[in-house]
């Protein structure tokens, strides 16, 4: 990993958990999570999640995507999408 792609991991991180952001309340320490699509793990995209949205048994997107969306009523992309905005400022 080069210089500048640990300080773009730091950056994503510091923004907090997205899902709790989306849910009003910013600046929740948050882990990295990698969004699954065909090609090069390393290259997917990241979105920053605390670890209860990031990997609770029934409270994350590793309990399942589509329970995901359902529950919190917003999407990977959508939170990803967020996240690119935030980053820009
Ligand atoms: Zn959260
Ligand atoms: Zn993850």
Redo the contacts with the bound molecule.
């Keep these: 990993m080069t210089k500048d792609e640990k300080k773009c991991l730091g950056k994503i991180a510091d923004l907090g958990c997205s899902l709790c952001r989306h849910q009003g309340n910013e600046g929740t320490p948050a882990e990295l999570?990698?969004i699954r699509r065909s090609g090069i793990r390393s290259r997917s995209p990241i979105i920053p999640?605390c670890p209860f949205h990031?990997?609770g048994a029934n409270t994350s997107?590793?309990t399942g995507r589509k329970w995901f969306e359902k529950h919190y009523g917003i999407t990977e992309e959508e939170l990803l999408e967020q996240t690119k905005a935030l980053l820009n400022e």
């Design positions: 999570h990698h999640l990031h990997r997107i590793h």
